[in-house]
Nanobody, 127 residues
Framework: EVQLVESGGGLVQAGGSLRLSCAAS????????IGWFRQAPGKEREGVSC????????YYTDSVKGRFAISSDNAKNTVYLQINSLKPEDTAVYYC????????????????????WGQGTQVTVSS
């Protein structure tokens, strides 16, 4: 059974930090890249970061560059998203998802191209 399980969300004040975790199982981790998406109420799901677990290459959407850092521990099949200098506009449900590495270059932040999704973890930033 394929599973992606997010953890680490919570309520934090603006300027604070969180580290989100995504534990993957049930598929060949090295064949996939793992992305993080977020969805705020009334807004579309937005891709924020992705990592190719095979070569370690990373991707960030412009709005989070310099504040978010993605990493992976392949021995644990786990991907992390370090979020610093949190802003109220970062408030959303954060999801991790897996996409075939061959799709990564063209579709890195296209949700429909991702094969597997977690249930999400809520991040709330108070001002």
């Amino acid at each position: 059974e394929v599973q992606l399980v997010e953890s680490g969300g919570g309520l934090v004040q603006a300027g604070g930090s969180l580290r989100l975790s995504c534990a993957a199982s049930g598929f060949t981790f090295d064949d996939y890249a793992i992305g993080w998406f977020r969805q705020a109420p009334g807004k579309e799901r937005e891709g924020v970061s992705c990592i190719n677990t095979s070569d370690g290459s990373t991707y960030y959407t412009d709005s989070v560059k310099g504040r978010f850092a993605i990493s992976s521990d392949n021995a644990k099949n786990t991907v992390y998203l370090q979020i610093n200098s949190l802003k109220p506009e970062d408030t959303a449900v954060y999801y991790c998802a897996a996409v075939r590495r061959k799709l990564l270059r063209l579709w890195v932040f296209t949700p429909s191209r991702y094969a597997y999704w977690g249930q999400g973890t809520q991040v709330t930033v108070s001002s």
